[in-house]
C-alpha cells in the first residue's frame, strides 16, 4: 500500500507529461490553418510534417494517421494481411499493439522476447511460424531496436511482410541508421504521451511505393490521389492542427533529447550501487531518444518487490507505471479466448513485466526530483533503511 507519511512531492510528477514546445510558433501555425479555413483533407501543415518525418528516418514515404493504433491497422492491411491470418508479435509491448491487430480480425500470436532488450526473441519467432502466418510484427520497446537483421532473415525466408511497432523509436538508430526505415512498413505514434506528440497520431513510414500508395488510399475512405474509390477505407487522416504541434515539437527534438539523455544519466548516477536496481540501458552504439527511464528491480536481490517499491513512489506523489504488467497474453481477450489465442508460456516475458518500473523523465523533471526519487528507491530496498525516514 502507498505511504500514510507526508508525501516527498507536494505535486505528482508524471510519467510522459506533454512536451509543447515553443507556444508563440505554435498558434502561428494554427492561426495560419485558420486563416486558409484548410483544417484537414492533407493540408499543407501535414505534407510539411510527413516530408520531415520522411526525412528524418530516411524513408521514401511518410502517411500519417489519426494515432498509431490506425496506423498499424492500415498498414496491415496495406501490406496484403487480412481478418484470420495471424501475425506473430511480441507479448512485451503495450497492449494497443495486439488490440490494433484482433480489432480488425487478425490473430496475434504471442513470441517471447530477449530479457536483455526487451524486443521479440527471433529463434521464439521462428518456431511460431505456421500455415497460417502472414506477418510478423515487431517492437522497438522503449526504443531498444529489434534484431532488424534477424527479423528481416525470418520475413523473406518465409515470404511474408515484416512491419515495426516504433511508437517509442523516433530518433533512434539500428546499426547506425535511423528507425523508420526498415521491413515493409514501421509505425511511429505522436500520443500526447510521447516526446514528440502531435496532440494524437501516428504515422506509417516505409519505401515501398505501392504500399504507401495503397495506405493513402485506405486512410481517405479508400480515395486514390485522383479522388476516385480504389478500394475501402476508412477515415484516418491527421488534421492540420495537430501537425502544427507536430512541426512545432519537431524543431524542439533535439533539445527535448538532450533533456532526456541528461535525465537517463542522472537516475544512473542516483541508482548506482543499489543492490537489485538497475536503469534499463539504452542500445550501445546507437543513437536513442531516452524518452523512457525504466528501472529494473531483482526481489531476491534487493529484497523488496517491485509493486512495493511502486506503492512507496506513489505515496510520494510520484506517478511510476508497471510498463507492461501483464503482458499481453495475459491481458483480455487473449487470456480467456483459448480457442482463437493457443496459451503459451512466455517465461521471460513474464519475468521482465514483473520487475519492470517506468519513472518520469521529460522537460518537467530536474536533477532535484531525480534525486529525491532516487532517495524514495534507495530507501525502500531494506539495506538502505525505511522509506519514511524520508519524512
Same mark, same amino acid.
Given at each position: 500500500? +502507498?505511504?500514510?507519511?507526508?508525501?516527498?512531492?507536494?505535486?505528482?510528477?508524471?510519467?510522459?507529461?506533454?512536451?509543447?514546445?515553443?507556444?508563440?510558433?505554435?498558434? !502561428?501555425?494554427?492561426?495560419?490553418?485558420?486563416?486558409?479555413?484548410?483544417?484537414?483533407?492533407?493540408?499543407?501543415?501535414?505534407?510539411?510534417?510527413? #516530408?520531415?518525418?520522411?526525412?528524418? =528516418?530516411?524513408?521514401?514515404?511518410?502517411? =500519417?494517421?489519426?494515432?498509431?493504433?490506425?496506423?498499424?491497422? /492500415?498498414?496491415?492491411?496495406?501490406?496484403? *494481411?487480412?481478418?484470420?491470418d495471424e501475425v506473430i508479435v511480441p507479448s512485451f509491448t503495450w497492449v494497443a499493439t495486439a488490440h490494433a491487430l484482433e480489432w480488425i480480425g487478425i490473430v496475434p500470436v504471442f513470441c517471447d522476447v530477449d530479457e536483455e532488450t526487451g524486443t521479440a526473441d527471433v529463434a521464439h519467432v521462428e518456431r511460431l511460424i505456421g500455415p497460417n502466418t502472414r506477418g510478423i510484427l515487431g517492437v522497438h520497446v522503449f526504443g531498444y531496436p529489434c534484431d532488424i537483421e534477424g527479423l528481416s532473415a525470418l520475413a523473406r525466408r518465409y515470404g511474408i511482410p515484416l512491419l515495426f511497432d516504433a511508437a517509442h523509436a523516433l530518433g533512434c538508430t539500428y546499426r547506425g541508421r535511423p528507425i523508420g526505415g526498415f521491413?515493409?512498413?514501421?509505425?511511429?505514434?505522436?500520443?500526447?504521451?510521447?516526446? *514528440?506528440?502531435?496532440?494524437?497520431?501516428?504515422?506509417?513510414?516505409?519505401?515501398?511505393?505501392?504500399?504507401?500508395?495503397?495506405?493513402? #488510399?485506405?486512410? @481517405? @475512405?479508400?480515395?486514390?490521389?485522383?479522388?476516385?474509390?480504389?478500394?475501402?477505407? =476508412?477515415? #484516418?487522416?491527421?488534421? !492540420?492542427?495537430?501537425?502544427?504541434?507536430?512541426?512545432?515539437?519537431?524543431?524542439?527534438?533535439? $533539445?527535448?533529447?538532450?533533456?532526456?539523455?541528461?535525465?537517463?544519466?542522472?537516475? !544512473?548516477?542516483?541508482?548506482?550501487?543499489?543492490?537489485?536496481?538497475?536503469?534499463? %540501458?539504452?542500445? &550501445?552504439?546507437?543513437? #536513442?531518444?531516452? @524518452?523512457?527511464?525504466?528501472?529494473?528491480?531483482?526481489?531476491?536481490?534487493?529484497?523488496?518487490?517491485?509493486?512495493?517499491?511502486?506503492?512507496?513512489?506513489?505515496?510520494?506523489?510520484?506517478?511510476?507505471?508497471?510498463?507492461?504488467? &501483464?503482458?499481453?497474453?495475459?491481458?483480455? +481477450?487473449?487470456?480467456?479466448?483459448?480457442?482463437?489465442?493457443?496459451?503459451? %508460456?512466455?517465461?521471460?516475458?513474464?519475468?521482465?513485466?514483473?520487475?519492470?518500473? $517506468?519513472?518520469?523523465?521529460?522537460?518537467?523533471?530536474?536533477?532535484?526530483? /531525480?534525486?529525491?526519487?532516487?532517495?524514495?528507491?534507495? @530507501?525502500?530496498? %531494506?539495506?538502505?533503511?525505511?522509506?519514511?525516514?524520508?519524512?
Open positions: 500500500m +502507498p505511504s500514510t507519511a507526508t508525501p516527498l512531492f507536494a505535486e505528482p510528477l508524471h510519467v510522459g507529461l506533454p512536451n509543447v514546445g515553443d507556444r508563440v510558433r505554435l498558434m !502561428e501555425r494554427i492561426n495560419g490553418a485558420l486563416d486558409r479555413l484548410w483544417l484537414t483533407n492533407n493540408g499543407p501543415l501535414v505534407r510539411e510534417f510527413e #516530408a520531415r518525418i520522411a526525412a528524418l =528516418t530516411g524513408a521514401r514515404h511518410c502517411v =500519417t494517421t489519426c494515432n498509431a493504433t490506425t496506423g498499424i491497422q /492500415i498498414a496491415a492491411k496495406a501490406a496484403g *494481411i487480412r481478418a484470420g521491413g515493409s512498413a514501421e509505425i511511429f505514434s505522436f500520443h500526447a504521451t510521447k516526446f *514528440i506528440n502531435t496532440f494524437e497520431g501516428g504515422a506509417i513510414v516505409t519505401n515501398d511505393d505501392e504500399l504507401a500508395e495503397r495506405a493513402r #488510399a485506405m486512410r @481517405q @475512405q479508400g480515395l486514390d490521389a485522383e479522388h476516385r474509390v480504389a478500394g475501402p477505407g =476508412t477515415v #484516418a487522416r491527421m488534421n !492540420e492542427i495537430c501537425a502544427a504541434m507536430g512541426l512545432t515539437a519537431l524543431e524542439a527534438m533535439d $533539445s527535448l533529447i538532450e533533456v532526456n539523455r541528461r535525465n537517463h544519466g542522472h537516475y !544512473e548516477e542516483g541508482l548506482a550501487g543499489v543492490a537489485g536496481v538497475r536503469v534499463r %540501458p539504452m542500445a &550501445p552504439d546507437e543513437h #536513442a531518444n531516452y @524518452q523512457y527511464v525504466v528501472i529494473e528491480i531483482d526481489a531476491e536481490v534487493a529484497g523488496v518487490h517491485r509493486d512495493v517499491v511502486n506503492d512507496i513512489l506513489l505515496g510520494h506523489n510520484v506517478l511510476s507505471r508497471r510498463y507492461f504488467d &501483464p503482458g499481453c497474453h495475459l491481458d483480455e +481477450p487473449y487470456r480467456s479466448n483459448t480457442s482463437r489465442h493457443a496459451p503459451l %508460456p512466455l517465461p521471460r516475458t513474464e519475468a521482465l513485466t514483473d520487475r519492470v518500473l $517506468s519513472l518520469p523523465t521529460g522537460p518537467a523533471i530536474g536533477p532535484a526530483e /531525480i534525486s529525491g526519487i532516487c532517495e524514495i528507491i534507495r @530507501q525502500a530496498v %531494506p539495506a538502505y533503511g525505511p522509506a519514511e525516514a524520508l519524512v
